[in-house]
């Protein structure tokens, strides 16, 4: 059984900077992609970014280049979503998710298998 559980969100000035964590458990991760997907209240849930677990390979949404960088920490079964410079918009539940996916630019919610229960990140203005 796939567990993703989130945490580090909460309440951020624009312009500051916040981390995100998701650690997994219940499978080898080895031949997963991770991602995180963020959805503001009244809008579908939209594609972040994504990491390839064993070869680091990053994705990201034009809206966040340059500023959200993923990673991973093989040791600890843990993904990282740094946020950097962030924005009003940025507000949204983060969540992490998790399947067996080829391609890196995969940003269809409905082909990601395993969901963690989000964590809440408010960028005030």
């Known amino acids: 059984q796939v567990q993703l559980v989130e945490s580090g969100g909460g309440l951020v000035q624009a312009g500051g900077s916040l981390r995100v964590s998701c650690v997994a458990s219940g499978r080898t991760f080895s031949t997963y992609r991770m991602g995180w997907f963020r959805q503001a209240p009244g809008k579908e849930r939209e594609f972040v970014a994504s990491?390839?677990?064993?070869?680091?390979?990053?994705f990201y949404a034009a809206s966040v280049e340059g500023r959200f960088t993923i990673s991973r920490d093989n040791m600890k079964n843990t993904v990282y979503l740094q946020m950097n410079s962030l924005k009003p918009e940025d507000t949204a539940a983060y969540y992490c998710?998790?399947?067996?996916?080829?391609?890196?630019?995969?940003?269809?919610?409905?082909?990601?298998?395993?969901w963690g229960q989000g964590t809440q990140v408010t960028v005030s203005s």
């Open positions: 990491i390839a677990w064993s070869s680091g390979s990053t």
């Open positions: 998710t998790a399947s067996i996916i080829r391609l890196s630019n995969v940003v269809r919610s409905t082909a990601w298998e395993h």
